[in-house]
């Protein structure tokens, strides 16, 4: 089936959580593609009871977008409430058929932003693949209607009072980039704007990124939470930041994959976990005081028995404009590379991560962090890393990567050879010599 947008709905801007009811319920199999619009300063999430991954969020000017994708299972109803912890929400909800469920990030730009504008343009995003499936996304502080969009692509208006917006989408034949003109009925507030680029049906994946979670930069222990409780056969892994001058204590049961501090006070660190039967959706990494924020990772299809293959952190005690994770190359084929960074103060949210990455952020004031997840590998001979662009000249801090390995696939010491028996010594004589 090719890919395309089987339904779509608006949630016009209004006080409370986003909520969304479809026309009808979503295939099995298919995607939920979901753009929420919220007041910067609250936090949003995912609906609970389901597995949600995080595309891509922009937080620039006070205003918030957020981009989510769920693969639909049997059962899915029609109705898909994120909450908001405040304030008015906007948003649209896509149902797409034909994607590559899960790997489905062709491509993201991330973030046009600005104020007053007449119009509002998303950034230009290039696909990694082609006959994607491009959407553009914008939020404005006061509900401008819109009165067109760019020729070729199709409009899903929401306008209202505060934090409205709209989304338009369009099928990509080309491997050309992709962006998209909003002329607004009248002079905007402040705004926002993201490209997503969907990827069409490929070959399934058997290891990916099932669900994730975060928690925003702030005082006390770092409370890593998912909308649903993973399954059995994955694992779960965890990236912090932290005051480095405090201590950090994972829950039990959690493997340390790597721990970092500095002079500065920056420190990072990673954790896994095969999941157990009966684990939950949340898990509270405990502070000894101060700041701290991180990501959780619900992975299915890993090696539970040594799930990564390898993993480089460093610390960068100056301030920096982006920061690149150490490389490292992977010593079996279809590893899943993760990306993780710290940076200390306030101005470090981030523009961009290296094309066809997948990110989730956790900033904040003070040792916000983020994540992200990459293309599983092809060979045995590249290195991989990821790039982080902040908006604005960032504090010390840190970056690292983490190689998690397939099923089946981790690096063993091979084994070595049984010496030979005399029976088979003699049987070796005999065949040498009847040639």
């Excluded at 003109?181 to 969907?198: H, N, Q």
């Excluded at 049961?253 to 976990?273: H, L, P």
């Excluded at 890993?302 to 799930?307: E, N």
Aim: hydrophobic share 40%.
């Amino acid at each position: 089936m090719s890919l395309s947008v089987v339904q779509g709905i608006g949630k016009a801007a209004g006080a409370g959580n986003c909520a969304f009811t479809l026309g009808s319920a979503p295939t099995a199999g298919n995607g939920l593609l979901a753009f929420v619009k919220y007041n910067g300063g609250y936090a949003i999430s995912p609906p609970s009871g389901s597995k949600w991954i995080w595309l891509a969020n922009t937080n620039q000017n006070g205003q918030g977008l957020a981009v989510y994708w769920h693969i639909v299972i049997s059962g899915d109803g029609t109705d898909w409430t994120f909450p908001v912890t405040g304030d008015y929400t906007s948003g649209e909800l896509y149902e797409v058929t034909g994607a590559n469920n899960q790997s489905p990030l062709a491509g993201v730009a991330r973030a046009s932003s600005g104020s007053g504008a007449a119009s509002i343009v998303s950034p230009s995003a290039a696909p990694a693949v082609s006959n994607s499936l491009a959407f553009a996304s914008e939020t404005d502080d006061g509900g401008t209607s819109i009165s067109s969009v760019t020729s070729g692509w199709t409009l899903l208006a929401d306008t209202g009072s505060y934090h409205g917006g709209g989304t338009a989408y369009m099928n990509m034949l080309t491997s050309s980039a992709a962006s998209c003109t909003f002329t607004m009925g009248g002079t905007s507030g402040s705004y926002d704007a993201v490209t997503i680029l969907i990827a069409p049906a490929a070959e399934t994946a058997t290891l990916y990124v099932a669900q994730d979670g975060y928690f925003p930069a702030g005082a006390g222990n770092i409370v890593l939470a998912m909308s649903d409780a993973p399954s059995d056969g994955s694992i779960m892994l965890a990236t912090a930041a932290w005051n480095g001058s405090e201590t950090i204590t994972p829950p039990d049961g959690w493997t340390q994959v790597y721990s970092i501090n500095n002079e500065f006070n920056d420190a990072m660190g990673a954790w896994w976990r095969a999941v157990q039967s009966g684990d939950g959706s949340s898990y509270t990494f405990t502070l000894s005081g101060d700041y701290g924020s991180g990501q959780i990772f619900e992975i299915a299809g890993a090696d539970t028995t040594s799930p990564v293959n390898g993993q480089s952190a460093v610390i960068d005690n100056s301030d920096a404009s982006s920061r690149t994770t150490p490389a490292l190359t992977p010593t079996v084929i279809g590893c899943l590379p993760f990306g993780a960074e710290d940076a200390d103060g306030t101005a470090d949210a981030i523009s961009t991560v290296t094309a066809a990455w997948m990110l989730m952020e956790a900033h904040g004031n003070y040792h916000g962090s983020s994540a992200a997840w990459g293309p599983l590998t092809t060979d045995t001979s590249t290195p991989v890393d990821c790039t982080f662009t902040y908006t604005a000249t960032a504090g010390a801090g840190g970056a690292a990567t983490i190689l998690i390995a397939p099923a089946g696939g981790a690096a063993h010491t091979a084994t070595a050879a049984v010496p030979d028996s005399d029976e088979a010594r003699e049987f070796k004589r005999w065949l040498l010599w009847d040639l």
